[in-house]
């Protein structure tokens, strides 16, 4: 939970946030011998500089998905509201995340939020 809201601290520009909770999630994850979880921790909250304002362009179907992803909606619930498939979704999703270089739906969520690409 940590590791994520370090991810969510850096993409909204908290670089300072970011690094002090993910000291906390590298330090839980060696109690507990996560390996995999201390490997995906080499970087987080690093020296890295926060992203800054992207100048990313979605397509108009894209600029429909960040929203519900926003507020935890399934691939599945977005398809049902905006009649498309489940894979279709995804597809978007993938596009999306690579778009905004981001490395979770979370991530993405915040990205987005922060660069206006979701509607207050």
């Known amino acids: 939970m ?16 970011a690094r002090a ?11 507990m011998g996560a390996q995999p979880l201390l490997a995906e921790l080499t970087t987080l909250g690093s020296t890295a500089q926060p992203s ?6 979605l397509t108009p179907r894209e600029a429909e998905i960040p929203a519900p992803v926003a507020q935890g909606r399934t691939n599945g619930e977005i398809g049902k509201q905006l009649f498309i498939s489940t894979k279709t979704v995804s597809v978007h999703v993938s596009n999306i995340l690579g778009k905004l270089a981001a490395s979770s739906r979370t991530e993405a969520a915040a990205i987005a939020r922060r660069d206006g690409l979701i509607p207050a």
Do not use: K, N
């Open 2 to 17: 940590r590791a994520r809201c370090a991810e969510v601290l850096r993409a909204t520009g908290d670089a300072a946030g």
């Open 21 to 31: 909770m993910a000291d906390s999630a590298r330090q839980s994850a060696r109690a």
């Open 52 to 57: 800054q304002p992207s100048d990313v362009s």
